[in-house]
């Protein structure tokens, strides 16, 4: 990967998804004493760490969605942690694929913002492995969507091995900004959310000229607006941009560089400008997104290309609660699942 070299490789031919990979999956070094740990090609789980070497030890920033990819990667960092243990972790957001590892660091400091921690259980592990186990039963209900949702579900989650994972959310928290100061090494934390998720932040190591964003910049991937305002993910990205970074390692996909950044921005601009006008006609948000998506000017964009575009369904949903008009969603469990056969119906017609 350009301005990137190969430390350890898993050997992969296939992604976790059954896609060609664009990159290989392991462990770069992406500047001195910094290493990105890449997953391609970037969907679902298919998360980004990061492994910061300060002196004698390193940070981790994020972990795995179970604990069999954490230790996996574990294996392969093992000629960097070998002289330089792991000593602290960070956690830039609340999504389990960010943080469901942490639990094979509890005897760790563990640091992330305040409403991370106040997010971290709101989706336990044990909802993830009852739905590896309804998508089997989902995909023979052929009716209201309800078996492409089964389709949509098992493709997603099958990789991951979800028992045994306990949600151990991070004891250091903070608001606003903090910098960790380890060694002559300086982590500049700044909360960025709610935008992404509720707690988002963007880890800054500024001698180095490195920014991990967390899931405020997807690369080859659509992004998600899980919590919004979607404002806030514009804002954040252009905070990275502020910061001139030499190099961006993004939540998801591969190595970034400030042409990435400004693809989102126009992506959400973009998503803004077409969507509400359909929303202000009374489309709700999954006829609206079938527009969208079917139309000539989605495809005419160079985002057309990217991984999920389904996603734009979630981010629709959020964007309707900011505008304060209505989604149909129902509450609780049973509405999560409704808003996953929805999504789901959408990437099955596009």
Excluded at 16 to 41: F, I, K, S
Aim: with cysteine.
């Amino acid at each position: 990967m350009k301005g990137a070299r190969l430390i350890a490789g898993t050997g992969r031919t296939v992604t976790r998804m059954g896609e060609a990979p664009l990159y290989e999956e392991g462990l770069y070094e992406v500047a001195p004493d910094t290493h990105a740990w890449l997953v391609p090609n970037g969907s679902w789980g298919e998360t980004n760490l990061g492994l910061v070497r300060c002196g004698d030890q390193t940070v981790l920033i994020d972990t795995c969605w179970d604990l069999h990819f954490t230790r996996e990667m574990l294996r392969h960092a093992e000629p960097v942690l070998r002289e330089a243990p792991i000593t602290r972790v960070v956690n830039t957001h609340a999504d389990g694929d960010h943080c469901w590892g942490n639990q094979l660091f509890a005897d760790l400091p563990i640091v992330a913002t305040r409403a991370c921690v106040d997010q971290m259980h709101h989706h336990p592990p044990g909802q993830l492995r009852a739905l590896q186990w309804g998508s089997k039963l989902f995909r023979c209900v052929p009716a209201a969507g309800v078996d492409g949702l089964g389709r949509y579900m098992g493709d997603m989650l099958r990789p991951y091995r979800f028992g045994g994972v306990q949600v151990t959310p991070a004891r250091e928290t903070f608001t606003g900004e903090t910098t960790l100061e380890i060694g002559d090494t300086l982590l500049h934390l700044v909360e960025v959310g709610p935008g992404h998720t509720d707690g988002d932040c963007i880890v800054h190591l500024p001698q180095r000229g490195v920014v991990f964003t967390g899931d405020i910049l997807f690369v080859g991937v659509t992004p998600v607006a899980w919590a919004g305002p979607v404002s806030r993910i514009v804002e954040a990205l252009g905070r990275v941009l502020a910061l001139a970074p030499r190099v961006i390692v993004p939540g998801h996909g591969p190595l970034a560089d400030v042409r990435d950044v400004q693809a989102q921005i126009g992506y959400w601009t973009w998503v803004q400008a077409s969507l509400e006008p359909l929303a202000r006609q009374g489309l709700p948000p999954e006829q609206a997104c079938q527009r969208l998506l079917d139309g000539d000017g989605f495809r005419s964009q160079s985002f057309a290309n990217w991984l999920a575009p389904e996603r734009l369904f979630t981010s629709a949903c959020t964007l309707y609660r900011e505008w304060g008009l209505p989604t149909a969603s129902l509450p609780g469990p049973l509405g999560a699942l409704d808003h996953f056969r929805r999504q789901a119906r959408l990437i099955l017609k596009t």
